[in-house]
C-alpha cells in the first residue's frame, strides 16, 4: 500500500538533511529554486553544506550569508541581470568557502556516474583548457579499450539530499515540472535522499495527463512538502515568473536585516506578507 510522504518543510529539513552533506538544489539561475528550504535551512542553522547547483544565484548566496556553506560546486554563481552574487564573490575573494570549478558537462556527467553506479563518465570536451589545473580529481587518460582516443575522466557526484522545488507532486512523491527539468531528474535518482518541494498537491491520477507526467517518479522521492510560492523570488512556471524588486530588495539590504525581516519569519505566509503581499503574488502571476 502507497504511503503519504507530506511533511511540513520543518520536518523534512530537520529529518533529512545533516550538518555536512552535500545537497544538490534543483532550477537554474532564477528558475524554480527551492528558496523556501534555502530560509529554512537557515533558521536549522545547518552548518558545513556542500552546495551543488548547476547554475546559482539568490539561493546559494543567501545559504552563504547565513552561515551554511563550506564548499560550492556550480559552472556559475551570480545575479544574472542584476550583477555579482556579494556575498559568494566575499567568501570566495576571502577562501572562507571552497569552490569546485564545473562546467554543465562535469555535473550532468557526475551526476550520471552516480546513478550509473561507475566511479567516473569520460569526457572530451575540456581536454585544453585549465580545469584540470585548479581539480586535482579530473584526470586525463587513454581509452583503455585501444583507440588511441584521450578523455578526461569526470568524477562521480554522490548527493547526500536533493531539493526541487516543482509546480506539481502527488502527496506519493510523483513530481511534475512543467518546462525544462534541467539537471532536476538527474539529481533526483542520484540523491540518497530527495525533498520536493511542490506549489499543488494533485492526484496521481492528474499527474498521469500533465505534459511531461512524472519525471520525478515516486521511487526516487522521500518528502514532499507544499508551499505556494515556495520559489519567490524566483519563478515557477507556469503559475508565476521572478520578482526583480524583491532581488534587487536582497542586494541592497545589509544580510542581518533581510534575514529579520524575511527568514525569522514565524510562517511563510509571513515571509510573502513582508515581500509585498497580494500585490506582490499579482505582480509575478503568469
Given at each position: 500500500m502507497k504511503k503519504s510522504k507530506v511533511l511540513s518543510l520543518e520536518e523534512a529539513i530537520s529529518t533529512y538533511i545533516q550538518d555536512g552533506d552535500l545537497v544538490g538544489i534543483g532550477g537554474l539561475s532564477f528558475w524554480r529554486k527551492a528558496t523556501s528550504a534555502c530560509r529554512e535551512l537557515i533558521r536549522q542553522n545547518k552548518k558545513d553544506?556542500?552546495?551543488?547547483?548547476?547554475?546559482?544565484?539568490?539561493?546559494?548566496?543567501?545559504?552563504?550569508?547565513?552561515?551554511?556553506?563550506?564548499?560550492?560546486?556550480s559552472c556559475f554563481v551570480g545575479m544574472e541581470i542584476f550583477?555579482?552574487?556579494?556575498?559568494?564573490?566575499?567568501?570566495?575573494?576571502?577562501?572562507?568557502i571552497r569552490i569546485s570549478e564545473e562546467s554543465e558537462a562535469t555535473i550532468a556527467l557526475g551526476l550520471r556516474a552516480s546513478y550509473l553506479k561507475v566511479p567516473f563518465m569520460p569526457l572530451k570536451g575540456i581536454i585544453g583548457t585549465d580545469l584540470a589545473k585548479v581539480?586535482?580529481?579530473?584526470?586525463?587518460?587513454?581509452?583503455?579499450l585501444g583507440s588511441g582516443t584521450q578523455v578526461m575522466a569526470v568524477p562521480k557526484i554522490d548527493l547526500d539530499v536533493a531539493i526541487l522545488h516543482v509546480p506539481y507532486a502527488d502527496e506519493y512523491g510523483n513530481g511534475n515540472i512543467a518546462g525544462a527539468v534541467w539537471m532536476d531528474a538527474d539529481m533526483a535518482k542520484t540523491a540518497k535522499k530527495t525533498i520536493i518541494i511542490c506549489e499543488k498537491l494533485v492526484e496521481t491520477e492528474d499527474i498521469r495527463y500533465l505534459?511531461?507526467?512524472?519525471?520525478?517518479?515516486?521511487?526516487?522521492?522521500?518528502?514532499?512538502?507544499?508551499?505556494?510560492?515556495?520559489?519567490?523570488?524566483?519563478?515557477?512556471?507556469?503559475?508565476?515568473?521572478?520578482?526583480?524588486?524583491?532581488?534587487?530588495?536582497?542586494?541592497?539590504?545589509d544580510f542581518n536585516d533581510y534575514r529579520k525581516k524575511y527568514i525569522e519569519t514565524k510562517s511563510h505566509a509571513d515571509y510573502l506578507e513582508n515581500a509585498g503581499g497580494a500585490k506582490t503574488i499579482l505582480d509575478i502571476l503568469l
Open positions: 553544506l556542500s552546495i551543488c547547483t548547476f547554475v546559482g544565484g539568490l539561493e546559494v548566496d543567501m545559504l552563504i550569508a547565513g552561515g551554511c556553506v563550506s564548499e560550492v560546486r550583477g555579482m552574487a556579494p556575498h559568494y564573490r566575499k567568501a570566495v575573494e576571502s577562501g572562507s581539480r586535482s580529481d579530473i584526470k586525463q587518460i587513454e581509452d583503455p505534459p511531461g507526467k512524472a519525471q520525478l517518479p515516486m521511487q526516487t522521492t522521500t518528502a514532499v512538502v507544499k508551499m505556494p510560492f515556495g520559489a519567490h523570488p524566483t519563478s515557477c512556471y507556469p503559475i508565476y515568473t521572478f520578482d526583480p524588486n524583491h532581488i534587487q530588495t536582497y542586494l541592497k539590504t
